[in-house]
């Protein structure tokens, strides 16, 4: 068992997709510094903002299972189709979930509830298509300085 743990840590593929997220996570931690001048380590956990990091991991893989096994097996197409389903749920659902709860968060503000748990709303973020897309870039590099 230990040496199938090891075995799947020391793969390139595996290292190419935990590198692709670790990298945009530590950006997303940077760009507030670079824009506000002030270290957000919250964003090293966080989800949304910039870069998609689930962007950035799910095309790392896609690119390291297609040089992999070839770009036409049935394994890069469901990888690729596992890409554009995160990649759509980034940019579509969770910004929709983040609009929702905004719009939540201003009505509690104005009419409290008067179940006292009920007055916080935990915002949920999701992505830009320009954050989604350096995530996409992110991953594809990479992915490609990986697995070449």
């Not at 799947?8 to 990298?23: C, D, E, G, M, Y």
């Not at 919250?42 to 095309?59: D, F, K, Q, T, Y």
């Amino acid at each position: 068992m230990g040496n199938a743990i090891l075995g799947l840590v020391r793969h390139p593929l595996f290292l190419a997709v935990l590198t692709a997220w670790v990298l945009a996570q530590i950006l997303k931690a940077i760009v507030p510094l670079l824009t506000h001048g002030t270290f957000d380590w919250h964003r090293l956990v966080e989800p949304g903002g910039m870069p998609s990091s689930h962007a950035a991991a799910v095309i790392a893989l896609f690119i390291g299972v297609g040089i992999r096994e070839g770009w036409t097996s049935t394994i890069s197409i469901l990888a690729l189709v596992f890409a554009l389903a995160i990649l759509y749920e980034a940019v579509g659902v969770r910004k929709a979930l983040e609009d929702h709860a905004k719009l939540l968060e201003h009505l509690v503000q104005y009419h409290p509830p008067e179940q006292p748990g009920l007055s916080t709303v935990r915002t949920p973020r999701g992505h830009t298509p320009a954050e989604v897309g350096v995530g996409v870039v992110i991953g594809a590099v990479v992915g490609l300085l990986w697995m070449l």
